[in-house]
């Protein structure tokens, strides 16, 4: 008679799919909320620099936050559980992407006076989808591959400050991505390069304003959890969602 191995246990954690649902949402909200409205803001304490006003686009309130919690899912759960949620995500973005075009190309019915303001807010150019995808996808695995290999190299010390750092890394990345590829030879160089700079900034300081609630929140999960998993042997690979 065969000898059969018993099945692998699989752990069951309370809060991980919340976290996938509210990481998610995050991302949906700043790509199909964010995009719709430039706002200003006035900076009388940067016209040293001849900075008296600030542009940006609204969605840089949602999208750090992405980056905060993938923090906390690589962090308690490990990178192979934080690339699952990130491919969930990509997959909701791609779809709302998609319905976007469609309803978007549908012919309005007569009466309904919208049309235009809908192409507005929804209709968002193949190329900025696909730079916002994009940058997305390769910030994100490189704000969680940070952040898990920092944790092996210093123990699990100095959470904090590797939260920083993955996030510096990360939205580096994402914005030197995105931006060249949504806007290159629409925008002037010098411009482009400005708005790169500072979106990257803007969204690092999120991450730093959102460091003590951050830590809270992951030091909770951890006791309510019983978890903190250091990736030893992780494989790291993103085109992957083995857990």
Do not use: H
């Not at 620099?49 to 905060?68: D, K, M, Q, R």
């Not at 309803?103 to 192409?119: K, S």
């Not at 959102?210 to 903190?228: F, G, H, N, Q, Y």
């Amino acid at each position: 008679m065969s000898k059969i191995d018993p099945p692998q246990m699989v752990r069951n954690y309370r809060f991980y799919d919340l976290v996938m649902v509210g990481f998610v949402a995050i991302y949906l909200c700043s790509n199909l909320i964010g995009p719709a409205k430039a706002a200003q803001i006035d900076t009388p304490w940067l016209a040293w620099a001849g900075i008296s006003t600030f542009a940006f686009g609204a969605g840089v309130l949602f999208f750090p936050l992405s980056y905060v919690f993938g923090d906390v899912l690589t962090e308690v759960y490990g990178y192979a559980r934080a690339r699952k949620v990130i491919w969930a995500g990509f997959g909701a973005m791609a779809f709302a992407a998609l319905m976007a075009t469609v309803v978007v190309a549908l012919p309005p019915a007569p009466g309904w006076p919208n049309q235009a303001a809908y192409e507005t807010v929804f209709g968002q150019t193949p190329r900025i989808v696909m730079a916002s995808m994009i940058a997305y996808f390769c910030g994100e695995f490189v704000n969680s591959f940070v952040l898990a290999k920092m944790k092996l190299a210093d123990g699990g010390k100095r959470m904090g400050w590797r939260f920083v750092v993955s996030t510096v890394f990360g939205e580096g990345v994402d914005s030197l991505l995105f931006y060249p590829l949504a806007f290159y030879g629409i925008w002037g160089n010098d411009l482009l390069l400005k708005i790169v700079v500072a979106q990257w900034l803007l969204k690092v300081m999120v991450e730093v304003v959102m460091l003590p609630a951050t830590v809270r929140i992951v030091r909770a999960l951890k006791k309510a959890e019983s978890e903190d998993y250091f990736d030893r042997d992780t494989n790291f690979t993103p085109f992957s969602l083995k857990t």
